[in-house]
Nanobody, 123 residues
Framework: QVQLVESGGGLVQAGGSLRLSCAAS????????MAWFRQAPGKEREIIGN????????YYADSVKGRFTIVRDNAKNTVYLQMNSLKPEDTAVYYC????????????????WGQGTQVTVSS
């Protein structure tokens, strides 16, 4: 069993920055793929990006490419989502996920999820 706990969400003005953290416990962290998703009200959960076990490969959705960065610290069992140049359309609940089995950009491919953290970007 794996437990994921997100933190760092909040209210920020457009153009601002936030850093989200996802702390993992329960299994050796450095062995598995991690991803960040988000879900806005009335919309489907969408991939933001993902990172391989070593941190050497990342993927980002076009909507966040160049603004968001995913890094991981395996020694701290934590993955981070650095969000810069935030826009009102980035407002959503943000989730981290782990244990990929299937398509890396599909939410159904991940076995474990955090509880989510709210990010609100005001205009």
């Amino acid at each position: 069993q794996v437990q994921l706990v997100e933190s760092g969400g909040g209210l920020v003005q457009a153009g601002g920055s936030l850093r989200l953290s996802c702390a993992a416990s329960g299994r050796p962290f450095g062995h598995y793929f991690m991803a960040w998703f988000r879900q806005a009200p009335g919309k489907e959960r969408e991939i933001i990006g993902n990172i391989n076990w070593s941190g050497s490969n990342t993927y980002y959705a076009d909507s966040v490419k160049g603004r968001f960065t995913i890094v991981r610290d395996n020694a701290k069992n934590t993955v981070y989502l650095q969000m810069n140049s935030l826009k009102p359309e980035d407002t959503a609940v943000y989730y981290c996920a782990s244990h990929l089995s299937g398509t890396p950009t599909s939410s159904s491919s991940y076995a474990y999820w955090g509880q989510g953290t709210q990010v609100t970007v005001s205009s």
